[in-house]
Each structure stands twice: as C-alpha cells, then as structure tokens.
Nanobody, 125 residues
Framework: QVQLVESGGGLVQAGGSLRLSCAAS????????MGWFRQAPGKEREFVAA????????DYADSVKGRFTISRDNAKFTVYLQMNSLKPEDTAVYYC??????????????????WGQGTQVTVSS
C-alpha cells in the first residue's frame, strides 16, 4: 500500500509562486510514474502534470505548460510541482497520485491507482 502526503499549498496573489511537495511511503517509489491533478469546486478532477519513474519524461496539461514544472527526487521519495505565474483559475485542491505504469499514463484519474488527501491552493486576483 502506498501512502501519499501533499504539502505546500496556501494563499497567493496572482502572478505569485508556490511549490507543492508530495512525500510517498510504502510501495516502490522508483517504479512509479507520479502525477498531479486538481479539482476546483463544482468541477471534475483534471490532469495537471505527470513524470516518469526516472524523471526523464514530463507531461503537462496545456493550461499549465510553461508555468508549472514537475520534478522528483527518488532518494527522498518525493515529487514536486513548482507553480509560477499563478492565476485565479489555478485555484483548486491539488492531489498527487501514483501510476504503477512508470513511464506512460492516461491523462485521467482512472489511470492512477493511489492518491493523497490533497492540498488547497488559492490564488487571489
């Protein structure tokens, strides 16, 4: 069983930055692809970014490409999401997730097997 704990959310003004972290325990972190999703009130959970088990491949939703960067530290069992140039529409609960398929994944929640509890990100205008 894999446990995921997100941190780093908060309130930030538009144009600001935040760095989310997701610490993993259990399982075999180095074998997993890792992803970030978000869910705004009244909306479906949507794909944000994902990274392969080696960190060599990253995938981004068009809405965050060029502003967000996903990375991982396999020695620390942690994945990060650096968010720059934040916009009010980025406001959501952000979740990290595990894909047991380490180097490929569908851009939908059903493609990920384990989830954290989420961290709130609020961007004020």
């Amino acid at each position: 069983q894999v446990q995921l704990v997100e941190s780093g959310g908060g309130l930030v003004q538009a144009g600001g930055s935040l760095r989310l972290s997701c610490a993993a325990s259990g399982g075999y972190f180095i074998n997993y692809g890792m992803g970030w999703f978000r869910q705004a009130p009244g909306k479906e959970r949507e794909f944000v970014a994902a990274i392969s088990r080696s960190g060599g491949a990253q995938d981004y939703a068009d809405s965050v490409k060029g502003r967000f960067t996903i990375s991982r530290d396999n020695a620390k069992f942690t994945v990060y999401l650096q968010m720059n140039s934040l916009k009010p529409e980025d406001t959501a609960v952000y979740y990290c997730a595990v894909s047991v398929h380490g180097s490929s994944w569908p851009r939908r929640p059903s493609g990920f097997e384990y989830w954290g509890q989420g961290t709130q990100v609020t961007v004020s205008s």
